[in-house]
């Protein structure tokens, strides 16, 4: 769906230019379409050729080009764009824009646009102290500009403190959120992901194999189209998503704890994590040494969190996975009914392509009633966007 987009990137003269080749990068993997507009002073950072190779088209350079006989450059970018973004944007460049200054192409062409526009400044932190600059930005704000605010940290002049441009991965999470459709907007959506850690001793514990890679890809699914999202994850090497309200939780009962306290928020609640189902009666204090005979755990059950939220469910869209190994559909089926759920995402765990810390799933989707859906392999990415489709097909 993203394919189908165009992003006109604009790129003024500071030292973060270089990562605004990062950011071209970046959008080109969702496959959305960019064009290049660069400033006269951008070009002294980094070369055109860079943002033309990895961009496929020509860098925009020059006002006074027009690049067909019918069409006038600044005017024919400004249309063709879903989103306008400008990275690094400079002190001057965004005092030019909030006070309607267009003496190059870039400037020409924000002004021009009428697609929403998306602003990381990028400058010295007493420059982005300085009122001016400050009421530039509120200005823009107030006309309906948004911004990725700089983050803290080493500048480039020395200095230490706020101006440093946020991570092109989190611009780019802010440009897809504005691309996308907001069909969750209103909705908080609460996701379990990963697994569960039962400690045995200090040094040693109880899991399993899941990564969180399906459940951090929901979580971040649903926030680009514009929920809240409350992400309740067991230990996974992920970093938390962006936009997403993160909590990170070690064992089962410290989930339901999580989950429970945050219920009363959600309208819709996705549990794909794996929860482990037993956990060591007593933990050891001190590291189990080993014996000349057999070692025996006595193992007590843990919470059945997606049935305590079953039981509470009211209103609420409830969404359940199974991993399973064998039976799929019976085995599903069952969770289905028991836990009180309005769909079920099957996967055979030991199938090739689905299942436990790889990029793909294969899954069977189950709701009451008997329907069955085969959606075929697939990216988890692409999973989520199409759990998050049926959840509003039955909210509406
Ligand atoms: N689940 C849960 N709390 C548990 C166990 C599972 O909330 N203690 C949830 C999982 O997050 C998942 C669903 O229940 O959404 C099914 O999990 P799964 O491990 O497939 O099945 P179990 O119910 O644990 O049953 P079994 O292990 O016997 O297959």
Known sequence: MLEAKTVILGVTGGIAAYKAVELLRLLKKTGVDVHVVMTKAATEFVAPLTFQTLSGHPVNLDLFNLISEQEIGHISLADRADLFLIAPATANFIGKAANGIADDL????????????????????????????????????????????????????????????????????????????????????????????????????????????????????????????????????????????????????????????????????????????????????????????????????????????????????LVGFAAETDDLLANAGKKLTAKNLDMIVANNVS??????????????????GGKIEEPGLMSKDDLAGLILDRVLGLKN
């Open 351 to 368: 199938e090739p392509g689905a299942g436990f810390d790889i990029d793909t799933n294969i899954v069977r989707i189950l709701y009451p």
């Open 106 to 317: 870039l400037t020409t062409t924000v002004m021009a646009t009428r697609a929403p526009v998306l602003i990381a400044p990028a400058m010295n932190c007493n420059m982005f102290e300085n009122p001016i600059y400050r009421e530039n930005e509120q200005k823009l704000r107030q006309r309906g500009y948004r911004f990725v605010d700089p983050v803290t940290g080493q500048l480039a002049c020395g200095w230490e403190g706020s101006g440093k441009m946020q991570e092109p991965a989190v611009i780019c999470e802010a440009a897809i959120a504005l691309l996308s459709e907001q069909d969750l907007a209103g909705e908080t959506v609460l996701v379990t992901a990963g697994p569960t850690r039962e400690e045995i001793d200090p040094v040693r514990f109880i899991s399993n194999h899941s990564s969180g890679k399906m459940g951090y890809a929901i979580a971040r699914a649903a926030w680009r189209r514009g929920a809240r999202v409350i992400l309740v994850s067991g230990p996974s090497a992920l970093a938390p998503p962006y936009g997403v309200e993160t909590v990170l939780v070690t064992t089962a009962v410290e989930m339901r704890d999580a989950v429970m306290a945050r219920l009363d928020e959600a309208s819709i609640v996705v549990k794909s994590a794996a929860v482990a189902d037993y956990r060591p009666v007593s933990r050891a204090g001190s590291k189990v040494k080993k014996d000349t005979g057999a070692l025996c755990i006595e193992l007590e059950k843990n919470p059945d969190i997606l049935t305590e939220i079953g039981r509470a469910k009211q209103g609420k869209i």
